[in-house]
């Protein structure tokens, strides 16, 4: 079967999935990304040029993906889509004690509800439908290592994160029926506005924390190198590319700078050990 040239990036505007973007453009495909604002559909036309289609809509504006989901099945006909790439998200951050509902509910209708209403919008033209004229399709999630070990102030980040990791093993078995594939991808820090627009204005946010001290010491002694000494998004996005041109992608793809100091080895470590380190690092306990 002819394979569709079709691909949607969500939160193209944007880190990771504007280097997709333009990664996919190159190669020859076209590509359909959402962005939430005008202005941005206009930057990124006139930068990508005839194969990009922008697709005005936010993630949780449920109507908005579905209308997307119609346009873009009235566009593309019975070419199908070759892959969808569920990259937007937001990271909320800190204090476990002083975050708020909103917070949490925030995070999670962004990274997890989200990704899940464009999911089951676009699984239709992926191929889950019966006599679908194209290949199966495939659906690459941008998680993060978020989604198997935790750091400090993230929770928030870091159970939306999980919870994509569990909804998409799941989801990988289910859509055996029709043939697509459902891959991870867990970059570690990348260089993208992600974190800039969330850790800027957290000290403020949270000044008259007991945590105030410790959130500054974890900035500087993890969370600021490790962003420093990143993988750029362009190198994260050639990445995931390679791996969405497999003939047979990896179920998990980890994408992190200095694997074996910043990946493999604190998991081989006992995790009490790796939370006693961490601790004492960061004056949580003595």
């Known amino acids: 079967m002819t394979k569709s040239n079709n691909i949607l ?23 359909f990304g959402s962005v939430r604002k005008q202005a941005d559909a206009d930057r990124l036309l006139e930068e990508l040029g005839q194969d990009f289609s922008p697709l005005i809509f936010d993630v949780t504006d449920y109507k908005a993906v579905e209308k997307a989901a119609k346009r873009m099945e ?10 969808l790439v569920n990259n937007a998200g937001i990271a909320v951050g800190g204090p476990f004690v002083d975050l708020k509902m909103e ?8 990274n997890v509800f989200g990704l899940i ?15 679908h004229p194209t290949a199966p399709g495939k659906i690459m999630q941008i998680s993060s290592v978020s989604g198997r070990m935790g750091m400090p102030f993230v929770s928030p980040y870091v159970g939306s994160k999980h919870a994509v990791e569990g909804i998409t093993e799941s989801l990988r078995k289910e859509l055996l029926m029709y043939g697509i594939d459902v891959v991870l991808i867990e970059p570690g820090p990348i260089k993208t ?17 007991v945590y105030l001290p410790v959130m500054k010491k974890s900035h500087e002694k993890f969370m600021g190198p490790s962003i420093e000494n990143a993988l750029s998004a362009e190198k994260a996005a050639g990445i995931i590319f390679k791996e969405f041109e497999k003939k047979r992608s990896s179920t998990r793809k980890v994408i992190i700078a200095q694997k074996f100091k910043n990946w493999t080895l604190p998991r081989l470590l006992p995790t ?13 306990i003595k």
């Not at 504007?18 to 590509?31: E, P, T």
């Not at 000290?203 to 008259?208: A, E, G, I, P, V």
């Not at 009490?272 to 949580?284: E, M, Q, S, Y």
Request: charge should be neutral; proline fraction near 3%.
């Open 272 to 284: 009490r050990t790796v939370d006693k380190f961490l601790g004492k690092a960061l004056g949580l």
């Open 74 to 83: 009235g566009e593309i006909g019975d070419e199908g889509l070759g892959c």
């Open 193 to 209: 506005p992600i974190w800039e627009k969330s850790m800027d204005p957290l000290f403020d946010k949270f000044k008259n924390s």
């Open 103 to 110: 917070d949490f509910r925030q995070q999670f209708e962004v």
């Open 9 to 31: 990036i969500t939160g193209a505007s944007t880190g990771i999935g504007y280097d997709l973007a333009k990664i996919f453009v190159r190669n020859g495909y076209q590509v």
């Open 117 to 131: 209403k464009v999911t089951q919008a676009f699984l239709p033209l992926l191929g889950a439908r019966e006599n």
